[in-house]
């Protein structure tokens, strides 16, 4: 198996009918590890909008339980890219995450910001930071792949193409991202989250890391100091360098998946009826019963 297979693969494939297969390839083999970055990236830059993350400073979930809401997200957006939306456990993925929000008054304007998250925060992850350039096949697929999961969320106006979408995506962040105390508790939670996967010493390390992935607008929104400017540098050089390193390893053999990985809130194992807020799980599946 050459490095470039399964690129010739995607090549193959029509990024329309064949987008669950693209999409499948590109996430769980080509760069699974920047898969995972690109979406923290994504959900983070989510928190800079005050509609969105007074909803979710409200629900009290990033304060009391931010590491089951990060696996949460995680393990249903992995389900569907790994089996597909219209599989089985993509369904069950999709109605377990409709039933979550059916609880809550969102907007149907930030539920197309966030979905465009998911598309565009890859794409530039990848363009910048991967071992290749993403092909115009995987950029198309990751749009049908979402325009169809925000269907089945009954998202209405999803912009009809990549491009339309992409600009729905600039103009709402230049219209909506602002600070709010909302969107400090909540980036905050998440940097603290991210700096206890790693020993207490480097927590200072860790959070001036972070601060150099972050934009100047969401530095600005989530009120987190301005890292020094050659450590923006520095971010981008290593991760530039980590991606050229792995341009030379060889092809992944075997689908790696968030779903696959050791999991720190269900070490055991999970079921996608143990995702969610502790009382909505006690509640569904009382109901489910």
């Known amino acids: 198996m050459g490095r470039f297979d399964i690129l010739k693969e995607i090549e193959g494939l029509d990024p329309q009918t064949d987008h669950c297969r693209i999409y499948y390839l590109t996430s769980g083999y080509e760069f699974p590890w920047d898969t995972v970055r690109a979406l923290e990236i994504a959900l983070y830059r989510t928190y800079c909008v005050p509609s969105i993350s007074a909803l979710l400073d409200k629900t009290g979930e990033f304060r009391l339980r931010t590491q089951k809401r990060y696996d949460d997200t995680s393990l249903i957006v992995a389900t569907w890219a790994e089996h597909g939306y219209d599989s089985e456990p993509g369904r069950e993925a999709i109605r377990r995450m409709n039933r979550i929000h059916r609880r809550f008054n969102i907007s149907n304007e930030d539920y197309l910001y966030v979905l465009s998250t998911f598309i565009f925060e890859p794409i530039r992850w990848m ?79 860790v959070n001036l890391g972070i601060y150099s992935m972050l ?75």
């Open 127 to 205: 363009d910048r930071f991967g071992w290749r350039k993403l092909h115009p096949n995987e950029k198309q697929a990751m749009y049908y792949v979402y325009r169809e999961v925000g269907r089945r969320m009954n998202i209405e106006d999803i912009p009809e193409s990549l491009e339309a979408f992409e600009r729905y995506n600039r103009d709402y962040e230049r219209k909506y991202f602002r600070f709010a105390e909302t969107n400090q508790r909540i980036g905050t939670a998440t940097r603290n989250l991210f700096a206890a996967w790693f020993p207490k010493v480097l927590t200072p390390l």
């Open 215 to 289: 934009d100047d607008a969401m530095l600005q929104a989530f009120g987190f100091p301005q890292p020094p400017r050659f450590m923006h540098s520095l971010a981008g050089i290593g991760l530039q360098a980590r991606g050229k390193a792995i341009r030379f390893f060889p092809p992944r053999r075997q689908p790696d998946f968030f779903t696959h990985r050791h999991n720190r809130t269900y070490p055991n194992g999970y079921k996608i009826t143990d995702l969610g807020p502790p009382d909505f799980v006690q509640l569904a599946n009382r109901t489910e019963d």
